[in-house]
């Protein structure tokens, strides 16, 4: 699977759901940049020290994916387009079928 950026618009549309930044302290690595780089290794399937340099350091890619997933931030994102995709009749659960014969 090839690997696409966000567009700007698709970018505004999920930044409110992103955490706050900390009022003190050392300022966050760019979030654009960094959820650029968690969506390209978990796109491509590459090790973290693998991806593009453009994207900010690796280890804080890691280990704000995993900081973002304690927070539910993916979740709320993925409902949020889950909402949009209804509203929008972007997606149906008509016609979806649910096979189980491999667990």
């Known amino acids: 699977m090839e690997f696409r950026e966000?567009?700007?618009e698709e970018w505004a549309f999920l930044e409110p759901l992103r955490p706050?930044?900390?009022r003190t302290g050392r300022?966050?690595?760019d979030d654009r940049k960094t959820r650029?780089?968690?969506l390209y290794v978990l796109t491509t399937g590459c090790r973290w020290m693998d991806r593009p340099a453009k994207?900010?350091?690796y280890q804080t890619a890691w280990r704000r994916r995993k900081e973002w997933e304690a927070q539910g931030v993916w979740e709320r994102r993925?409902?949020?387009l889950l909402e949009w995709g209804?509203?929008?009749k972007k997606l149906s659960l008509e016609g979806v079928g649910v096979e189980a014969?491999?667990?």
């Open 20 to 22: 706050p930044r900390a």
């Open 55 to 57: 994207d900010g350091s």
């Open 36 to 38: 650029n780089g968690i």
């Open 6 to 8: 966000l567009k700007d």
């Open 78 to 80: 993925w409902r949020r």
């Open 86 to 88: 209804y509203r929008e």
């Open 101 to 103: 014969t491999t667990v």
């Open 27 to 29: 300022p966050r690595a």
